[in-house]
């Protein structure tokens, strides 16, 4: 990646306000790059680390791409999107993920991601579909189904070989971590998942146009209605891709155009990210004001006597 020298720019505030009083606050960090690795937008430290989370997930998604897993088992853009997701356990995604499992001959008593709180199987997990695609190349290639989630296991090491040739930077340079559902996670710094988010929309890999594809031709399955991913892929209408992550992590790609936005807010409230990131995508004319409105509706104005407040906006580097 193309380094600038200016690495600090003023951060985004986010206020909340109560009738028009300030109650509490949030700092935000955001860059936006290009696909030639290039920060050409930033706000606060674009060089910080975090934990990308579950906006890793189109990346992880390579491995079944890469490894001919979608032929073998005649996988769809629909099973391919539920890899990608965040859901909300709904009947209809539950049955997505399964239906990977299904088609890849792999009993779901293999999932290991936990059953979440007022759900009743691990289908309904936010990541079932990650889990059941990792599933799904380990039984093609005939790697262990029970060490799945383990950083040694095949599967896990194609998916930080597809991550560290994107980023082109060593493996090994990338800290893991075990993410909330057991899958690992990696931290990076923000320009580092910008700059995946503006190959991920560029078009120029055959396997990321299909993930991006998935993505943006089935939005509801990614997170789910009254959903930030959801609503933002809908209203865009294609040409935007957007993934969420845990402790307030937000990426979104501009498809055909190669250019990638990575937002963190410092403190993870996931209220703030949202806000930023409408006013962020207002700001660089990837979101019309009429858009904008319309996300605000539900996530900037989150109550009649509560709302949220964007101060500041990207540089120019």
């Known amino acids: 990646m193309t380094r600038a020298k200016k690495t600090h720019t003023p951060s985004i505030e986010v206020h909340l306000l109560r009738e028009g009083i300030v109650e509490s606050s949030h700092q935000v960090e955001a860059s936006v790059c290009d696909v030639r690795g290039r920060t050409l937008l930033a706000a606060g430290n674009y060089e910080a680390s975090a934990f990308i989370r579950s906006a890793l997930k189109p990346f992880q998604a390579l491995a079944v791409t890469s490894t001919g897993t979608l032929q073998k088992y005649d996988l769809s853009d629909r099973d391919l999107a539920i890899m990608c997701s965040s859901h909300q356990g709904t009947v209809e995604q539950a049955r997505q993920a399964f239906n990977v499992l299904w088609r890849a001959d792999v009993d779901p008593t293999n999932l290991k991601c936990p059953i979440s709180p007022g759900k009743r199987t691990r289908l309904q997990h936010n990541c079932s579909g990650k889990h059941a695609g990792v599933l799904a190349v380990c039984q093609n290639r005939n790697w262990p189904l029970s060490t799945y989630l383990h950083r040694s296991n095949p599967a896990q090491k194609l998916i930080l070989d597809k991550i560290s040739e994107l980023l082109e930077m060593p493996g090994e340079e990338l800290i893991g971590a075990k993410d909330d559902c057991g899958m690992p996670t990696y931290s990076m710094e923000l320009n580092q998942m910008a700059y995946l988010y503006a190959k991920l929309a560029a078009g120029d890999s055959v396997d990321l146009e299909r993930i991006a594809r998935a993505m943006t031709y089935y939005p509801r399955l990614i997170s789910g209605d009254g959903a930030f991913d959801t609503e933002l892929m809908q209203l865009s ?72 407040e964007t101060i500041g906006e990207l540089s120019i580097l």
Not at 243 to 249: L, R, T
Not at 276 to 304: C, H, N, R, Y
């Open 237 to 308: 209408e294609g040409e935007l891709v957007s993934k969420s992550g845990a402790e307030g992590i937000q990426c979104v790609g501009r498809v055909g155009q190669g250019m990638g936005l990575a937002i963190k807010v410092k403190d993870g409230a996931k209220r703030a990210k949202y806000a930023a990131a409408i006013q962020l995508l207002k700001q660089m004319g990837w979101i019309s004001p009429a858009i904008a409105e319309i996300l605000s509706d539900s996530f900037v104005q989150l109550t009649p006597y509560k709302r949220l």
